[in-house]
């Protein structure tokens, strides 16, 4: 007889011990894997707080490509589909997504971006690309009461630009705070007629004075004029496009609309209007104060932002003595400096100038190109004393913010002097050297407030040894008594350290005996060593220090 499948009493307890015995192995299993381990050690704030900065960082692989995190785990999950904050930032794309992102994020804030641009080609494909566009405008549009930021890009060579029409009677934007606007085929605005050429959804906003940010590219100057109001606090006028209407804006109007930014903080300015020469312009007129700007930008790039206009709107201005001034894209390649030139170095230094009602010069930084993103909301009001520098990532390690910073065009080594004969030094009381900018010092103008110098690492050794030759001679710089090497390999700063003695004990006691002796601060131990057997009996050095962390910050 074949032999039965029904198991018998004993051997169903047996299995059914097994079992039990499995589940308990499992389940220990699981707690040694997730003992210890974030996704359930982690507090549900502070989870929170990495996905919000994980869904916003620009590496992650498309724009819903975030999601892919609430795979790892069901808490994961949890918390990702249960976090309104989460789903706020709304890129226009497919109308499934979009609703879906409206309906997570419930009541908070919104910030959408899309981009409104004559699609190519004709056919059912194309028309049905545009409908869905409309219908996710429109969907958006329905909760436009919670729209807290908007990044648009606008096709102005669409008539009536009829893709952000549909929807606009919901659209009263009441919340709206940060407006970041881009135009494509601005070349069809050939008159100003803003009732006809500004898109409807523009004059809704542009009639909300609630705006606390507004950034444009390639948007002419008359349409963002009709943008600006009391409330704004941060302006960002990007390069316009050469279009008709480039030019067209009267001056006047210009300042009409800058007399009315009362609270502006923030202020980067590419376009101009059409100024007079500044050669030709007669006396200075009455200046436009702006007494809560902390950082002007002004580039000198673009069909309209040029050397002229940028003299003229900086010999109309009044600057707070807490101000930042950016100069960028400056031209200093030329053997001498042409009269335009001349003329922005003299409107920079009258705009810092004490006797305009402004304070002296803190900090100067002269940058070789700007390597960082041209907003600038990590900018804080730069502390006493000051600092010259030449070397903008020493600037930022050590933590430093300029007064006047000018970005130079070109990846020549700028014509300091030339510069710095034009502007007020006599408040600079410490200076960054870097790179081969060290060798272009030996005729510049005397520097009586300098008491500290600093050294990089990215200094060559032929730089370095110019520069404490230049130190122990120098007439420019009678106040100085601190010299400083950060970063220095032990090669380089010793070399540097026996040009300071050598030069010292040679010269400074014959020709300058009533010197100073200067104080040497280093970070490395092995230099501090060596400078310390040579820095005794050296009547030139008065201590050798060694700062573990040895920074630009002279305090």
Not at 118 to 142: D, F, K, M, N
Not at 184 to 191: A, M, S
Not at 257 to 263: E, H, V
Not at 301 to 322: E, K, M
Request: glycine share 6%.
């Amino acid at each position: 007889m074949p032999q039965s499948s029904v198991l018998s009493s004993t051997e169903r307890l047996v299995l059914e011990a097994r079992h039990d015995d499995l589940c308990r192995t499992v389940l220990a299993l699981r707690k040694a894997m997730n003992d210890g381990n974030i996704v359930v050690t982690l507090p549900e704030d502070i989870l929170l707080l990495i996905f919000k900065l994980y869904a916003a960082a620009p590496c992650r692989p498309g724009r819903h490509g975030w999601l892919a995190i609430s795979w790892i785990c069901a808490r994961w999950r949890t918390i990702i589909l249960h976090s309104a904050t989460l789903w706020t930032n709304i890129p226009l794309t497919h109308l499934a997504a979009v609703e879906c992102y409206l309906l997570r994020s419930r009541a908070a804030p919104l910030h959408v971006s899309g981009s409104f641009i004559h699609l190519p080609g004709t056919g059912p494909a194309y028309e049905l690309a545009q409908r869905q566009l409309i219908s996710t405008w429109s969907a958006v549009t329905e909760h436009s009461i919670r729209i807290q930021e908007l990044a648009v890009t606008l096709d102005f060579g669409l008539p009536g630009n009829h893709l952000l029409e549909s929807g606009l009677q919901h659209a009263t934007f009441p919340q709206l705070r940060r407006l970041y606007i881009s135009g494509e085929n601005t070349y069809h605005l050939d008159r100003i007629d803003s009732d006809k050429k500004l898109p409807a959804f523009l004059r809704a906003v542009a009639e909300k004075r609630h705006l606390e940010e507004v950034t444009t590219t390639n948007i002419p100057l008359p349409l963002v004029v009709n943008m600006l109001s009391s409330s704004l606090k941060r302006l960002h006028i990007g390069v316009g496009s050469r279009t008709p209407l480039e030019g067209r804006l009267p001056s006047d109007l210009f300042w009409s609309g800058l007399r009315l930014l009362s609270s502006l903080q923030e202020l980067s300015i590419a376009q101009f209007p059409s100024f007079p020469d500044p050669v030709d312009a007669g006396p200075l007129r009455a200046s436009l104060p702006l007494p809560a700007l902390k950082n002007l930008a002004v580039h000198l790039a673009g069909p309209r932002a040029n050397c002229n206009s940028a003299t003229y709107f900086l010999n109309h201005i009044t600057l707070s003595a807490d101000c930042s001034l950016r100069i960028i894209n400056i031209n200093t390649t030329a053997h001498m400096l042409n009269p335009c030139q001349e003329a922005l170095y003299m409107a920079i230094s009258r705009v810092l100038d004490p006797h305009e009602h402004t304070a002296p010069l803190r900090m100067l930084h002269v940058a070789r190109s700007e390597q960082y993103e041209q907003r600038f909301s990590f900018w804080t009001q730069c502390p006493t004393p000051s600092i010259l520098s030449l070397d903008h990532s020493a600037m930022l390690r050590a933590g430093l913010h300029p007064r006047l910073e000018i970005i130079v065009g070109s990846t020549d080594t700028p014509r300091i002097g030339d510069l710095l004969r034009l502007l007020p030094l006599y408040a600079v009381e410490g200076i960054v050297f870097s790179d081969g900018s060290i060798t272009r010092w030996t005729s510049i103008v005397p520097a009586p407030s300098v008491r500290v110098v600093a050294v990089s690492e990215s200094a060559p050794m032929s730089a370095i040894c110019k520069l404490v030759t230049i130190l122990v001679d120098f007439k420019f710089m009678p106040a100085l008594e601190e010299l400083r090497f950060v970063g220095v390999p032990m090669a380089r700063g010793l070399e540097a350290a026996m040009g300071v003695l050598g030069c010292g004990l040679q010269r400074c006691g014959r020709r300058f005996a009533d010197r100073t002796p200067l104080r040497l601060v280093v970070d490395d131990p092995e230099l501090y060593s060596e400078m310390c057997k040579l820095a005794e009996g050296d009547p030139l050095v008065e201590s050798v220090e060694f700062v573990e962390s040895c920074v630009y910050g002279f305090v």
